[in-house]
């Protein structure tokens, strides 16, 4: 995990860094702010819960009214499954994403649309030692059975900046078009526990966050 962080973090301070060196009105901008994620699968039921972000991104002009953000972005995301009993069993998952984003400016350095894919990089999802051997509702899993997911997905990026040059509000909304879920898939002890279905999920993700750009 540590080695494939360092990989992306090199690609895109180079990629970025290249972009400022030669590119009339680049920005590196510092962001953060909070998530709200949700799944969105038939296997279970799911509820959205806040997380976190934060990163960095590397505007650059691209050709009239356009431009091109390279970014990447540390991720704290949560959401929740429910069990038997109806309660609540919050799943927390890290990483890092990277972003390619073409960005049209509405109002020039005030308003942008921005919209791309975005690569996401991620651990085995994290839950609470008292909610481990929890039973998932409509199936026979314990809550700590489908934790080691696919480390590797895809999301398409849809958001809006409002501001000035130096300080932004970001509003911005991602849905992940790949499986997330697909790994436990090669386990069918997993699939049998539940109900002999195949593993489906897509995550999606709401953040809001002030860039601050240098």
């Known amino acids: 995990m540590k080695k494939k962080i360092s990989l992306l973090l090199l690609l895109i301070s180079s990629i970025g860094f290249a972009q400022y060196g030669y590119r009339d009105g680049n920005r590196i901008g510092i962001s953060a702010g909070v998530s709200q994620t949700t799944l969105f699968t038939d296997n279970f039921t799911a509820n959205p819960e806040l997380g976190f972000a934060g990163g960095l991104s590397v505007r650059g002009n691209y050709y009239n009214n356009w431009s091109m953000i390279y970014g990447m972005q540390f991720f704290s995301n949560n959401f929740s499954l429910e069990s038997n009993f109806d309660q609540k069993i919050k799943y927390n998952l890290q990483g890092v994403k990277v972003r390619l984003l073409l960005s049209y400016n509405v109002v020039e350095d005030h308003v942008s649309l921005d919209f791309g894919p ?97």
């Not at 386990?187 to 995550?203: C, E, H, R, V």
């Open 118 to 214: 975005v690569l996401q990089v991620n651990g085995k999802m994290k839950v609470a030692t008292s909610d481990e051997n929890k039973i998932l509702k409509g199936t026979l899993l314990q809550a700590d059975q489908i934790a080691d997911i696919s480390t590797v997905s895809g999301n398409f990026y849809l958001g809006v900046s409002a501001g000035s040059r130096t300080i932004r509000a970001v509003l911005f909304y991602e849905y992940g078009f790949t499986n997330i879920l697909n790994k436990l898939n090669k386990d069918d002890a997993l699939k049998l526990l539940n109900n002999g279905d195949k593993f489906k999920g897509n995550l999606g993700c709401i953040n809001g966050q002030v860039i601050i750009n240098l």
